[in-house]
């Protein structure tokens, strides 16, 4: 892994920089200053948010030693949005990489859905 953080630059092209810079509205459910977390607009289970960077890092397969600290914070406030929005008894988070993960959005992502039973193996 490369020592140094991966590209730090947004891009107006990225649509979850976009919803990062406000340009796109979201509700917020969660924010610190790494992150922020939304609901996902096609909700595939009762809860569904999206927790993103707010620095663009375009998926799992770019993410640099320099990240371990950023990508930490995602699970942990996943782990937060989870107990706040009373999941407790349990839930699933994804993370979707490339195309074969079925990534659509290039911005690093993770899915937190729950208030459902999941199933296995996922599609
Ligand atoms: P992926 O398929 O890359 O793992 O997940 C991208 C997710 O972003 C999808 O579940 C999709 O429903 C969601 N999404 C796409 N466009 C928007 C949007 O404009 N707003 C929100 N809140 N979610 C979006
Ligand atoms: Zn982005």
């Given at each position: 892994m490369k020592a140094t953080p991966s590209s730090s630059s947004s891009s107006s092209d990225c649509l979850f920089c976009r919803i990062v810079s406000g340009d796109i509205p979201a509700n917020r459910v969660y924010e610190d200053e790494l992150c922020i977390g939304f609901p996902d607009i096609?909700?595939?289970?009762p809860t569904h948010l999206l927790i993103i960077p707010?620095?663009?890092?375009?998926?799992a397969a770019s993410a640099a030693e320099g990240d371990t600290g950023l990508l930490g914070s995602l699970v942990a406030a996943a782990s937060a949005i989870a107990r706040n929005e009373g999941l407790s008894k349990g839930y699933r988070i994804v993370m979707n990489t490339g195309d074969d993960g079925g990534q659509t959005v290039n911005h690093l992502h993770l899915h937190l859905l729950g208030g459902r039973r999941m199933t296995w193996p996922p599609g």
């Open positions: 096609n909700p595939q289970a707010k620095r663009h890092i375009a998926s």
